[in-house]
């Protein structure tokens, strides 16, 4: 039996829907503006809602990195709403499309559209609740949004903030909308709604992804867990290796694209892993080392399985000694979740190999897979980091929550 006021959620989405598939990209984008002054203008009703939220998670007790995630600032703000108007001034991938015509007459048109009803089931971050708001509307697509019970004030200011505005800049009621009953039957049954949501897309840590993935009935695009390697070559110029590695991994540490693992060519183990070693002990970094890796660097701690599995979201770092390039392959190969993956090296060849044979969302050649991030890529936010292969992948801003329609054009036109 599902909750007669998720079902009155649903009907309310699917009849946005409706209209703001059809608004103009004029009216979206003066929506998006409306929203990101509003957000100007409730900066301390965000930020006092917001203390609320970050007080309860350090009460709870959860880790510093989680909380980090969770906090924002008057910076935070300002920059969540220049997001929007980065996002209005994108070009608007509803109508684009292709013309052809058939031996016959007929004539096709390939048009995107939007996909409809999004759900978005997140965690900790209230500034996704603004970021996939913003993406969806511009894309026509009304969003259902269910945060984290961690940013529950925050999400429910922001949401009715940005609500509020985007209905008062002409778009139809319901186009936003934040479940805020924080039992978790809630979620379950927003994965079996059908009748009304199109697709659902879950952003979080993997037992979240899981979960949506393993019970949803409503088709959804994983946006995976990010178990992030870089393999520094004997090739490399340690000048690039070191700031590129340090900054992977400290400079948010508890984001899905931060670096997990270091996989080191063996001809440079001796020398280059007390260099490595030194600076992450400057950034409070915990390495967990195979046996050479300790042998060279006595605080290590041994790393077990675990460590080359689970992402650590936290300032700990797994390090590995291989014998090539081949050898980093095979590790990667073996423990990837496929979102990011980088090389340091000066050789051309090896290069080459890696970005060729590495199955991943995105992959690097002396970079931080820092970057891999819709802002970062141009796409001026991003709803999420796809980690598959259908319907998108990597990091997914307005074509991506869009779909295809054809338009066919006849005159009189009947098989034979």
């Not at 980090?68 to 980065?86: C, V």
């Amino acid at each position: 039996m599902i909750f007669p006021e998720l079902i009155e959620i649903g009907q309310k989405a699917k009849q946005a829907a409706r209209q703001l598939a059809c608004a103009s990209t004029e009216a979206k984008n003066n929506a998006l503006i409306s929203m990101a002054e509003a957000l100007l203008k409730s900066e301390e009703e965000i930020l006092k809602a917001n203390g609320l939220d970050v007080k309860a998670a350090e009460e709870k007790g959860l880790k510093k990195s989680l909380v980090n995630r969770l906090k924002l600032t008057s910076a935070g703000i300002s920059q969540i709403s220049q997001s929007l108007k980065e996002v209005a001034a994108l070009r608007d991938p509803v109508g684009e499309g292709e013309v052809w015509t058939r031996p016959n007459g007929l004539r096709i048109q390939q048009t995107r559209v939007p996909l409809g009803v999004v759900a978005m089931i997140y965690e900790a971050r209230p500034n996704v609740t603004v970021d996939a708001a913003a993406l969806c509307l511009k894309s026509g697509n009304v969003v259902i949004l269910r945060g984290g019970s961690e940013a529950l004030e925050s999400n429910k200011v922001l949401a009715g903030v940005i609500a509020e505005a985007a209905e008062a800049g002409g778009l139809p009621s319901g186009c936003i909308q934040l479940i805020t009953d924080t039992n978790r039957e809630w979620v379950q049954q927003l994965m079996r709604l059908n009748d009304y949501v199109d697709v659902i897309i879950p952003r979080g840590g993997a037992g979240l992804i899981e979960t949506v993935v393993q019970n949803a009935t409503v088709p959804v695009i994983e946006t995976g867990t990010g178990m992030c390697h870089a393999f520094v070559d004997r090739d490399a110029d340690y000048e690039k290796a070191l700031p590129i590695i340090i900054n992977a991994k400290t400079q948010n540490p508890g984001v899905c694209n931060a670096l997990e693992t270091v996989l080191v060519d063996e001809g440079i183990a001796e020398n280059f892993l007390p260099l490595i070693g030194e600076e992450l002990k400057k950034k409070q970094v915990e390495i967990k080392g195979c046996p050479r890796t300790c042998e060279l660097l006595p605080y290590a701690l041994p790393a077990n399985e675990e460590d080359w599995v689970l992402e650590h979201l936290d300032l700990i770092l797994s390090i590995k000694v291989v014998p090539d390039l081949d050898g980093a392959l095979d590790h990667i190969f073996q423990y990837s979740t496929k979102h990011s993956e980088t090389i340091i090296t000066e050789n051309y060849t090896k290069a080459q190999r890696f970005l060729k044979e590495v199955d991943a969302a995105a992959v690097y050649v002396n970079a931080s897979t820092r970057f891999t991030d819709g802002g970062r890529f141009g796409f001026g936010a991003e709803i999420g980091i796809s980690t598959q292969k259908l319907h998108a992948r990597g990091p997914m801003g307005l074509k991506e929550l869009t779909t295809i329609k054809y338009m066919v054009y006849g005159d009189g036109h009947v098989v034979k």
